[in-house]
């Protein structure tokens, strides 16, 4: 399968030179699988590009997994063009409510007077689902959920194709009340759906110092993020959801900070850029471009 | 209604964790049940009830619970496992409360109120019971 970056910035776009470099647009990752089915994790702003680039294929079936339904993951949707290409099937994925289908959550952001757009007026067929917490196949891939610790409804995904995987936890706070480096695998969050990945896609909002001030926001920092990839056994670790007030030179920073933090898989931990992709198969897992 | 396996080394469901989370942070006894009915944790505070930590014992199948802390009527004779409030809470799927009586590992006899109440999901599958036990005075030496 092949991932690339669509947006990768946390909470809110943050377009401007402090952060040309790694990006703006807010969360969104396109994963084409071997069999050439599409899937859309999350639909941050970062999904008007990839619209855009889908524009001249004849793809009449995708999947949007959404990991929950705050802005940041969800304002891209109105303006994600092959919604509105009459005859494609969009499966839109999302955590499960006692209290609302997921077509009513998001029908809330898509009307007036927050969008000129009604659901109900998309072209395209639209088809709803809770996020399968048993795995369902997609094309050649298996994609299982997790509901993760963070607000509200939230959920993590794991997308396994031919011996690869592929976790995304973009907003996720596992640290919560616990210390990560002590707790017995199976008592942290999300770590079913991180473990032994070969790419994994996390939450690394905050420096240490930063989460003090933001325990229970529902995000990590680098110390959390560090210890939760380690003890899933991840090969690859994606820092993911900057904060929208850091600027390149500070996520650098807090890249070489990742590092040091593990010795000996530096080359392992790298930061989520837009426009990046990951390639996984049976050679392994390849990154272009390289971040620095 | 659907149940949420979790024993073992297999990944806790989150509404586990975060009751988990809140126990461990409580000076309160409380015991976690997950959805197959095994105890998959209990606090510090409930550690002082059994008279062992939690680290030394582990899970504990639900069948066995009865041997690590013996539970009675306040009269003394034995309550059946499904008349607790954990019982009724695993077996009927609803809250309940009851005046009992708990001992532990050291012999002695607590008077305690117990809570217990199921953890649902957003689906309202079953994902645990939890049972919350207030001390009310020791009464007195081993059994």
């Known amino acids: ?292 | 209604m659907t149940t949420v396996a979790s024993t073992g080394s297999a990944p806790k469901s989150l509404p586990l964790i975060l009751a988990r989370e809140l126990a461990s942070n409580l000076a309160t006894p409380i015991f976690l049940i997950d959805a197959t009915g095994t105890l998959v944790f209990y606090n510090d505070a409930a550690a002082l009830l059994i008279g062992k930590p939690f680290a030394e014992l582990g899970e504990i199948p639900a069948l066995e619970f009865g041997a690590v802390l013996e539970m009675s009527e306040p009269d003394g004779s034995p309550v059946r496992r499904r008349d607790t409030p954990a019982g009724i809470a695993f077996s009927h799927r609803r809250p309940a409360h009851r005046t009992l009586v708990a001992t532990g590992y050291d012999g002695v006899r607590r008077v305690v109120e117990v809570t217990a109440f199921p953890l649902f999901g957003a689906a309202e599958e079953l994902h645990g019971v939890v049972n919350v036990f207030w001390e009310q005075a020791a009464t007195g030496g081993g059994v």
């Open chain 1, 1 to 292: 399968m092949r991932a690339r970056v669509g947006g990768c910035r946390g909470s809110l776009a943050a377009p401007g030179a402090d952060t040309v470099r790694y990006g703006g647009n807010t969360s969104c990752v396109e994963v084409r699988l071997d069999s050439e089915h599409t899937l859309v994790l999350d639909a941050g702003t970062g999904m008007r590009s990839l619209g855009v680039a889908m524009q001249s294929e004849s793809a009449h079936e995708l999947h949007v997994f959404l990991t929950h339904l705050h802005l940041d993951h969800l304002q891209g949707l109105g303006f994600f063009r092959p919604l509105f290409r009459a005859g494609t099937d969009v499966h839109l994925w999302g955590p499960a409510s006692p209290v609302q289908s997921l077509a009513d959550r998001i029908a809330i952001y898509l009307s007036p007077p927050l969008f000129p757009v009604r659901l109900g007026d998309i072209p395209a067929r639209l088809t709803f689902h809770d996020a399968p917490e048993e795995a369902v196949t997609i094309g050649s891939a298996t994609v299982r959920a997790a509901k993760v610790t963070h607000q509200g409804p939230t959920v993590g995904y794991r997308i396994e194709e031919g011996g690869t995987t592929l976790a995304y936890l973009p907003d996720h706070e596992p640290s919560l009340g616990v210390e990560l480096s002590e707790e017995p695998s199976a008592w942290i969050s999300g770590h079913g759906v991180a473990d032994e990945a070969d790419v994994l896609f996390h939450d690394a909002q905050y420096r240490d110092d930063e989460y003090l001030h933001h325990v229970g926001w529902g995000h990590s920092c680098i110390d959390h993020v560090i210890a939760f990839a380690r003890k899933a056994r991840v090969r690859t670790l994606v820092l993911f959801h900057h904060d929208p007030y850091h600027t390149d030179e500070q996520l650098e920073e807090l890249l070489t900070d990742a590092r040091r933090r593990w010795p000996g898989a530096e080359e392992q931990v790298c930061l989520a850029q837009e426009g990046m992709t990951i390639e996984l198969d049976c050679d392994g897992v390849r990154r272009s471009p390289t971040p620095g």
